[in-house]
Antibody
Framework: QVQLVQSGAEVKKPGASVKVSCKAS????????ISWVRQAPGQGLEWMGW????????NYAQKLQGRVTMTTDTSTSTAYMELRSLRSDDTAVYYC????????????WGQGTLVTVSS | DIQMTQSPSSLSASVGDRVTITCQAS??????LNWYQQKPGKAPKLLIY???NLETGVPSRFSGSGSGTDFTFTISSLQPEDIATYYC??????????FGQGTKVEIK
């Protein structure tokens, strides 16, 4: 069965970086893309960006351009999301989600990773 | 950027009631509109894709309709386990996605 398993919770200081992993199993990793979505406490869902696991192409949300980098390691079927220059308003649960190459929806999601930014 | 306006932001209904949520796009998005359910502390779950297609395993009381700029999500008979927040999501051919603001559904 398809599973996306994310790394554990992180606590970071303002200005630091965080790298969250998302390990996929149960499907051919390079046949899909991965999107990252975050949710601040008590708030809605915010799309952060997408990466193709096939060729590494990316597209990031404009508000995060320059601070976020998404990568994949096809040898381990793992996607990564790195966010730099962390601020308190980056405190959120971060989710990875699978998206097909010819479909437009997120059919499987990771369990979420809480990133807390606090001095 | 395409903006999504979802309404209402919250609603309260009785078990068995018909519940309707709307989502409006700022420009024509064809049928590139999905609906998700999120329960507290859990990841979102896909319910409806491409405006009107029911994801496998999702109860038939959930449905979606619309195209272009106006979309509707319906629960035909609200059940206690449907208490959640529902989000619409549009797809732009970049690829990029935008979520609606969410609708919190409660039992009256």
């Amino acid at each position: 069965q398809v599973q996306l398993v994310q790394s554990g919770a992180e606590v970071k200081k303002p200005g630091a970086s965080v790298k969250v992993s998302c390990k996929a199993s149960g499907y051919t990793f390079t046949s899909y893309g991965i999107s990252w979505v975050r949710q601040a406490p008590g708030q809605g869902l915010e799309w952060m960006g997408w990466i193709s696991a096939y060729n590494g192409n990316t597209n990031y949300a404009q508000k995060l351009q320059g601070r976020v980098t998404m990568t994949t390691d096809t040898s381990t079927s793992t996607a990564y999301m790195e966010l730099r220059s962390l601020r308190s308003d980056d405190t959120a649960v971060y989710y990875c989600a699978r998206v097909g190459t010819v479909t437009t929806y997120f059919d499987y999601w990771g369990q979420g990773t809480l990133v807390t930014v606090s001095s | 950027d395409i903006q999504m306006t979802q309404s209402p932001s919250s609603l309260s209904a009785s078990v068995g009631d018909r519940v309707t949520i709307t989502c409006q796009a700022s420009q024509d998005i064809s049928n590139y509109l999905n609906w998700y359910q999120q329960k507290p502390g859990k990841a979102p779950k896909l319910l409806i894709y491409d405006a009107s297609n029911l994801e496998t395993g999702v109860p038939s009381r959930f449905s979606g309709s619309g195209s272009g700029t106006d979309f509707t999500f319906t629960i035909s008979s609200l059940q206690p386990e449907d208490i959640a927040t529902y989000y619409c999501q549009q797809y732009d051919n970049l690829p990029s996605w935008t979520f609606g603001q969410g609708t919190k559904v409660e039992i009256k």
